[in-house]
């Protein structure tokens, strides 16, 4: 076989492969699938947003890629925070983040919301504290974490292992507002809700 034919099928068997996977899309290296399982029925991707964080003067690095999925496609916010149906934000981590960081950002992100009283504020902060916060964990490089919303329940999964389930429906709206409303920075927004394609970051 030459060279040019075993590349070839090389390439045709890795292609194969990541189609029976269901590979949909790859971001800055990180995998995600196009469709999601949840209690038996099939969550569709509804895009991939980029969270970047600024380290330096006019350098920005990736941090994580967010995937959003839900019963059918949205580019509206304010319904898919509303509605009903199950959401999945799946996010592929692109660098290790430490707990105690990740639970400031967390926390940054309660006082901005809650402190200028924005829409889908979650206003108990005991519950934001002693469920929410302690649920944060470390992340590895390569690692995957879950916030599953489905009606009033927010299941938390951190490297395959869950670290909470919190039965709260304004809970569940808050973790969304963060990505879709009130995103640290426009990339993720625009990617989760299906506005912008990064696949080529």
């Known amino acids: 076989m030459t060279k040019t034919l075993l590349n070839k099928s090389i390439f045709l068997f890795l292609l194969t492969l990541a189609t029976q996977m269901g590979w949909a899309a790859k971001v800055i290296g990180i995998k995600f699938a196009d469709t999601y399982s949840h209690n038996g029925s099939e969550l569709v991707l509804n895009g991939i947003g980029l969270r970047k964080v600024d380290v330096a003067l006019g350098l920005r690095v990736n941090v994580y890629a967010g995937a959003l999925y839900l019963a059918a496609k949205s580019s509206n916010p304010q319904e898919i925070i509303q509605s ?11 660098r290790e983040v430490g707990k105690d960081k990740a639970r400031e950002t967390w926390k940054t992100n309660f006082e901005k919301i809650c402190g200028s009283e924005k829409s889908f504020c979650f206003k108990d902060k005991a519950i934001f504290e002693t469920q929410f916060i302690s649920a944060i964990d470390d992340i590895e490089e390569d690692q995957y974490q879950e916030f599953i919303i489905d009606g009033a329940k927010l299941k938390i999964i951190s490297n395959k292992k869950e670290k909470a389930l919190i039965e709260n429906t ?32």
């Not at 009903?84 to 692109?94: N, P, S």
């Not at 973790?175 to 927004?189: D, F, G, I, Y």
């Open 84 to 94: 009903k149906t199950a959401k999945v934000v799946r996010l592929g981590y692109a």
């Open 170 to 201: 304004q809970l569940g709206q808050f973790v969304l507002n963060v990505w879709l409303l009130s995103p640290p920075n426009p990339e993720l927004a625009s990617g989760m809700l299906g506005q912008a394609d990064f696949s080529k970051e």
